[in-house]
T-cell receptor, first 112, second 109 residues
């Protein structure tokens, strides 16, 4: 049963610290997405990649967020420095193209 | 500006009581409209993609339809296990995605 995996599942950190979230997409999927979900804003697309190349990162605060795909089996989302307003659940999703996405379980980030 | 609006925000149904969820959208060049289901503490689960007005798709008790301005998710004879938040999203010709805030469905036995 192929699934998207994300680590860590929960992260509590202090303001100003660097946070790295990791995602392993489903083997064979060529498109990887990063989303952020909060009660106030709902689900927001931060960035996505096709064949490891960034296609759209317009939803991502560029001054503190960065997303990369070092290889086809790993996607990372970094926040440096973190702020309390970054507290949210971050989801990774993968798919063959953009129209059917399979989501991971999420990383719950709390910045104090 | 592209946007997605879902209604109602919350819906309580008796088991077996059919109803519909609404997703209204404004998008500059629709590429696709998507429905997802999200259970508490989990990531969204893909249900359907619709591409053009008039298209319909079905899966068990769920049926999604699409017009030029909105989509409906019809739930026929729901069961308690259908309780979840249902999310609608659209993609545009610029490869951007927009999710609605969802409809929280509770089906009471």
């Amino acid at each position: 049963d192929a699934r998207v995996t994300q680590t860590p599942r929960d992260k509590v950190t202090e303001m100003g610290q660097e946070v790295t979230m990791r995602c392993q997409p489903i083997l064979g999927h060529n498109t990887v997405f990063w989303y952020r979900q909060t009660m106030m804003q709902g689900l927001e697309l931060l960035a996505y990649f096709r064949n490891r190349a960034p296609l759209d990162d317009s939803g991502m605060p560029k001054d503190r967020f960065s997303a990369e795909m070092p290889d086809a089996t790993l996607a990372t989302l970094k926040i440096q420095p973190s702020e309390p307003r970054d507290s949210a659940v971050y989801f990774c999703a993968s798919g063959l193209g953009v129209h059917e996405q399979y989501f991971g379980p999420g990383t719950r980030l709390t910045v104090t | 500006e592209d946007q997605v609006t879902q209604s109602p925000e919350a819906l309580r149904l008796q088991e077996g009581e059919s109803s519909s969820l609404n997703c209204s959208y404004t998008v500059s060049g629709l590429r696709g409209l998507f429905w997802y289901r999200q259970d508490p503490g989990k990531g969204p689960e893909f249900l359907f993609t619709l591409y053009s007005a008039g298209e319909e798709k079905e899966k068990e008790r769920l049926k999604a339809t699409l017009t030029k301005k909105e989509s409906f998710l019809h739930i026929t004879a729901p069961k308690p296990e259908d309780s979840a938040t249902y999310l609608c999203a659209v993609s545009n010709t610029g490869n951007q995605f927009y999710f609605g805030t969802g409809t929280s469905l509770t089906v009471i036995p």
